[in-house]
């Protein structure tokens, strides 16, 4: 079974949403728990040039390992989303933010800043999509717009009550065949990826975002009371600068791998 997203205890509705690859997290501390032991042993045995070396090794790779496995991830909270690739971070405002897609992996498409003819277009390296998750998900694409215009079939279930709806999936309760009974939200996070799973929700919290905060800059120019202070700096107020991406290096994760590696070639060298 995939995971999802990740929910921080302790917060209300708004609180902070974590997309992150299952595979690269089990892979990050498994990995993390072998170079501590590793490490420890070298330590225990005592020094000398081929611990040393052995020991740069190590933590290289560790480093090597947090930055591609460990910390990436897609953070969303009432402000934005936050992509956190290997070596770049990008923070996006709901504002700047057009579509939410996903090909490969996830991809974020922002609206093109002033002056510029094509929006910046981050991808995720955390949240990926295989080849068979696409290749199902455009099947069942093409299964719910070959449904669409067709009428109820009693007994079949096609708008019929025979267990399917008319974007062919199963009627709530609907126990398919070699199955059992499973609810809708549990059926869907099963059945979909992480990457299809994280379109849906960052799509509906940016639907939902975007609509709240319209509606409270409509209201406040309605009243004359100009935009309410929660809505100053989203983008969306005509008092408001444009919204745009931002990017920064993550220096970090690239000090982690390019430390180490250095260390280790000199020591190789001396």
Known sequence: MRLPRLRRPG???DDLDVFRSPGAVVL????????????????IQGGGRDALIAALIVVTATGYAYAVAGRP???A????IRVLNPLRDFRLPWAAVETIEVATALKIRCFPAPGQARGKVVTSWAVQSSARSA?????ATRRAAARGGRGGLPGIGFGGGGGFNRAGRASP???QPGGSRMPPAAREVVNRSVADYAMGVLNERMRKIK????????TAAVRGDGAPAAAAGDGLSPASPPAVPTARWA????????????????????
């Open 73 to 75: 991830r897609v953070e």
């Open 28 to 43: 990050w501390w498994f990995w993390a728990a072998v170079a501590a032991v590793v490490l420890i042993d070298l330590a």
């Open 77 to 80: 909270d009432a402000d934005g």
């Open 251 to 270: 220096w970090w994760p690239i000090a982690a791998m390019v430390v180490p590696t250095v260390a280790l070639i000199v020591t190789l060298l001396v």
């Open 135 to 139: 290749a199902r998900r455009e099947f």
């Open 11 to 13: 917060r209300g509705d």
């Open 173 to 175: 309760g609907y126990a």
């Open 211 to 218: 609509l709240a905060q319209t509606l409270a800059a409509a």
